[in-house]
């Protein structure tokens, strides 16, 4: 038979309001949900798309000769970021590619109705 075992409780700070509080896990950083809450909305706010975004979309795609990098379907066309903002991609151009809608979804393991391609 097994016994309970009293996790160990660590002392650690909030990233976000500085309170004290015990946490079983070793890297934990929040208090409470809405504290991490707080912090998710705030770093959503430190990544936004660039105002120019629309001009980078433009420089992209001619760039990529209005064409997806992988089909060179000239139909439907979106810029996808290859390493996710979420992850700490950037906006450089570096990162970017030109895709039509159906190899888009694809890329996000997203299934789709596409029309027309």
């Known amino acids: 038979m097994r016994m309970c075992q009293k996790k160990k409780l660590y002392n650690k700070v909030c990233v976000v309001c500085g309170k004290a509080f015990k946490h079983h896990h070793p890297i934990a950083k929040y208090c409470s949900w809405d504290c991490k809450q707080i912090m998710n909305k705030k770093r959503y706010r430190e990544k936004p798309l660039a105002p120019s975004w629309n001009s980078i979309v433009e420089f992209i795609k001619e760039r990529d ?5 992988e089909c060179k379907s000239d139909k ?10 979420c992850n700490g991609g950037t906006n450089n151009p570096n990162n970017l590619v030109t895709l039509c809608l159906k190899c888009h979804a694809s890329k996000h393991k997203i299934k789709i109705k596409v029309n027309n391609l």
Do not use: T
């Open 65 to 69: 000769n209005y064409k997806c990098v």
């Open 76 to 85: 439907k066309l979106c810029v996808h970021h290859k390493k996710f903002l």
